[in-house]
C-alpha cells in the first residue's frame, strides 16, 4: 500500500471515530492491566463480565493480592485459560506492590517483568494509559495488516513494526484501537464485510466479499 493510500485509510477511519476507545471496561490503571491479561485468547465482552464484579468487590491491587489465587479464580472461571490467568493475576499484584507501590510503571521493560505481560499487553497499557503511539498487535490488526496490504507481516512483532514506519505521526496514537476495531466489526475473520467497507477501494484483498455473498450471510 503506498503512502497516499496509508495516510487516505487512516483518515477515513479517524473521519467515522475520532476518538476510539478500548472496550475493555475499567477504572484505574491496574484495572486496565489486569483487563488486558485476560483477553488474551478471550473477547473484551466475556472478559468485561468477569471483572465487572471481581472490581466491584476487589478494586485494588492490594484487595487482589489479599484474594489469592483461587480467590481470583473463581471470579474469571468463565474466561479461557483461567487457572494459569489466576496464577499470573497474583503474581504480577504481589510483584506490582513489591517494586511499585501498586502502581503500574511507565516503563516497557518494568511491564514485561511482570507476570503475564508480554510486548502486547505491555503496548496497549503504554497507550491508553500512558498516550505513547504504539501499537499492540493483536489477531485483528495481524489480520487486517495482511490481508489489506497495509503491512504485511508473518508475524505480530514484524507486522508491529511494519505500521510504526507506515503510519503518519499524526494518526499513531489511535491507530491501534481504529484497527482492532475495523477488524473486530468489518475486516472480519471469516466473512469480512467488505460491501460496507468505508476503505475498500484502497485494500489490497484480492477475494473481497461481494455483495450477494454479503446478503446471503444475514438470510
Given amino acids: 500500500m503506498t503512502s497516499a493510500k496509508v ?35 478471550a473477547t473484551d465482552k466475556g472478559v468485561n463480565r468477569a471483572t465487572r464484579l471481581l472490581f466491584k468487590d476487589y478494586p485494588t491491587p492490594q484487595a487482589i493480592a489479599a484474594l489469592g489465587v483461587e480467590g481470583i479464580a473463581r471470579y474469571i472461571q468463565t474466561i479461557g485459560l483461567y487457572p494459569t490467568k ?3 493475576i497474583a503474581a504480577l499484584t504481589q510483584l506490582l506492590l513489591a517494586r511499585h507501590g501498586g502502581e503500574v510503571p511507565h516503563d516497557r521493560a518494568a511491564l ?6 508480554g510486548r502486547k499487553t505491555a503496548n496497549v497499557v503504554l497507550n491508553i494509559v500512558f498516550n505513547e503511539p504504539t501499537i499492540a498487535v493483536d489477531t485483528h490488526i495481524f489480520r487486517v495488516g ?27 496514537l489511535h491507530a491501534h484501537h481504529w484497527l482492532i476495531l475495523h477488524g473486530r466489526y468489518t475486516c472480519k475473520a471469516r466473512t ?14 484480492k477475494d473481497k466479499t461481494p455483495e450477494k455473498t454479503q446478503e446471503k450471510t444475514h438470510v
Fill in 192 to 205: 469480512p464485510d467488505c460491501p460496507n467497507c468505508i476503505v475498500r477501494d484502497l485494500c489490497a484483498y
Fill in 146 to 172: 495482511n490481508r489489506t496490504g497495509l503491512a504485511p507481516g508473518k508475524t505480530p512483532e514484524a507486522v508491529e513494526q511494519k505500521l510504526l514506519k507506515a503510519v503518519p505521526k499524526e494518526f499513531r
Fill in 86 to 88: 489466576a496464577k499470573n
Fill in 7 to 41: 495516510r487516505e485509510f487512516f483518515t477515513r477511519l479517524a473521519a467515522r471515530d475520532p476518538s476510539p476507545q478500548t472496550e475493555l471496561e475499567y477504572a484505574t490503571p491496574y484495572q486496565l492491566l489486569v483487563a488486558v491479561v485476560l483477553s488474551a485468547q
Fill in 112 to 117: 514485561e517483568a511482570l507476570p503475564g505481560v
